[in-house]
């Protein structure tokens, strides 16, 4: 197949852009919006996930794109053509769907070259386009078989081998590992994304799984409520979520009530429901006084070394329960007035804490990021 090496996308860049949301809304009763003010790019060579919970509005966004849907506002740009009014089969779109959609009377080949013959592709080019679509599955063996006698990674590698066979400038992926076990899953998501990074190809990708999108993209957009809530790369996004939302939705996180004291440089002081003060990272937000939240990922609380160092956060705490799971003890922390605190101490830190007994912790001024509730 021809495509193009892979390079990193310029993701801010509008001349490498390949799909353009422009302030594209859709509603299915004309009054309630299940996408809302959607602007978005994506670049050639990219990998997108849309993630999100169910009834987020990701999954409409890609059916948008891809022609099964048209958006009530606005409008959608493939490679620079207004495409929102185009039918599907005029978009040069591969197209891999959870339940794989594939014919049970045809064998695996002829799947593969179904889409070729749609496009009037037959013959020895056909024949030679679904050989290289196999071999890049590795499925070149299982050519005559029926999609009944593949088991069901085979059968997502078929699919996807269909949606490559005709060259497609653009894949787009709705769940297409849900039905699959967990370390089936897990060993297609590296696959997915190995094939995506050596053939270059822009894929879009739909989850509603946080380890998956953030193991295989090179951005993610987080949606809720029909609107993108934060749009980043997976360590941004881990790092530093943009809200509560994005914070509780990625990954495990406490959040922690408290009030905001003043700003000093690029930190935040911050006042807990105790009176305890602790500084934050992350001072967009509201003016002094203003209730806010601070997240803290339980891997970056651990036990309180030696000496204090300027570049932590201290805080006492009463142990509640205590978990050991053999790489890492779990302790559930009562702080600040009574809040639950998670921690995540290693193997090696392991101590045993009766219930009740106090407990001294520290983290990261950098890894506390402020909130606004």
Do not use: W
């Not at 060579?45 to 849907?69: A, D, N, V, W, Y």
């Not at 700003?263 to 006042?271: H, I, S, T």
């Not at 890492?328 to 998670?342: D, K, Y």
């Amino acid at each position: 197949m021809n495509f193009s090496k892979r390079i990193s996308p310029a993701t801010d860049n509008p001349v490498d852009a390949l799909v353009r949301f422009e302030d594209v809304k859709k509603s299915y009763d004309g009054i309630n919006f299940v996408v809302k003010d959607l602007n978005l790019t994506v670049s050639r060579g990219e990998f997108l996930t849309m993630l999100g919970p169910s009834g987020s509005g990701k999954t409409t966004t890609l059916m948008m794109l891809g022609g099964f849907e048209q958006p009530t506002l606005g409008h959608i740009l493939l490679d620079n053509r207004p495409v929102e009014r185009l039918p599907p089969e005029t978009r040069n779109i591969g197209f891999v769907f959870q339940n794989y959609a594939l014919f049970p009377h045809m064998t695996v080949a002829e799947n593969v070259a179904f889409p070729l013959r749609y496009r009037g592709i037959t013959g020895i080019a056909a024949r030679e386009r679904v050989r290289q679509a196999l071999g890049r599955v590795n499925l070149e063996a299982l050519g005559d078989r029926r999609p009944a006698q593949l088991s069901g990674g085979q059968q997502q590698r078929v699919a996807l081998a269909r949606a490559l066979v005709f060259e497609p400038s653009l894949v787009l992926m709705d769940e297409p590992l849900g039905a699959l076990d967990k370390q089936l899953r897990e060993r297609m998501q590296i696959e997915i994304k190995q094939l995506q990074t050596s053939l270059g190809i822009t894929m879009v990708y739909v989850t509603h799984d946080q380890s998956e999108a953030l193991t295989m993209s090179d951005r993610i957009a987080v949606f809720h409520d029909g609107r993108i809530q934060q749009l980043a790369d997976p360590a941004t996004l881990y790092n530093e979520p943009a809200n509560r939302f994005v914070a509780s939705f990625i990954g495990e996180n406490n959040s922690l009530s408290c009030t905001l004291l003043a700003r000093e440089g690029g930190l935040a002081v911050v006042r807990m429901a105790d009176g305890t003060t602790l500084k934050a990272a992350g001072t967009n937000v509201s003016g002094t006084g203003t209730d806010m939240s601070i997240s803290i990922r339980p891997e970056n609380i651990s036990l309180a070394g030696e000496g204090v160092r300027a570049d932590l956060n201290r805080f006492i705490g009463k142990a509640r329960d205590v978990f050991f799971l053999g790489d890492h003890m779990r302790l559930s922390i009562e702080a600040f007035g009574g809040q639950l605190v998670t921690a995540r101490i290693p193997a090696r830190q392991a101590r045993h804490f009766a219930s009740g007994a106090d407990v001294v912790l520290e983290c990261g001024i950098s890894e506390c990021r402020l909130l606004e509730v």
